[in-house]
């Protein structure tokens, strides 16, 4: 286990779609949450059962060496991965990534962050953006409300 503040500073150094070379070191229960996967950090490594084959037969088994991409990380104190390997990928995935993370290609290389509280400059950016589209507009009030 890290401190919240050397996962903060390790996290910084974290691309998304980085490739890791990982070994599989649990599967406990396969089909239903997914796999552990030890990335040679001092955090584990998570795959999802999502992004997994919908067999579990085509999962890779403990002790399996295989790369693995940074998928997501957050405050949890865990790097989510998927496979590099198509083998070990679930076979929609173009499917999947269009549906549930259609921005997928373009984050691919950028810092990997914490959703959290807004920087000053995306603060900023958003508070131009805003300004840039003019004025708001108000919703009438709805009659009987």
């Given at each position: ?52 084959p919908e067999q579990s037969e085509d999962w890779p088994v403990e002790g399996t060496v295989a790369d693995f991409e940074i998928w997501w990380a957050d405050s949890r104190q865990q790097i989510r991965l998927k496979p ?62």
């Amino acid at each position: 286990m890290v401190t919240d503040a050397e996962w903060t500073r390790m996290r910084r150094g974290l691309r998304f779609g980085q490739v890791f070379e990982g070994t599989v070191v649990q599967v406990p229960r396969p089909g239903a949450i997914g796999i552990f996967v030890d990335i040679g950090l001092s955090v584990g490594g998570f795959v999802d059962v999502l992004l997994l084959p919908e067999q579990s037969e085509d999962w890779p088994v403990e002790g399996t060496v295989a790369d693995f991409e940074i998928w997501w990380a957050d405050s949890r104190q865990q790097i989510r991965l998927k496979p590099a390997d198509s083998r070990y990928l679930r076979c929609d995935f173009a499917d999947f990534v269009e549906r549930v993370r259609p921005h997928w290609p373009a984050e691919v290389g950028q810092p990997v962050r914490d959703p959290g509280p807004p920087t000053l400059d995306e603060l900023r950016s958003t508070a131009e953006a805003a300004s840039a589209a003019g004025p708001a507009r108000k919703t009438p009030p709805v009659p009987g409300a």
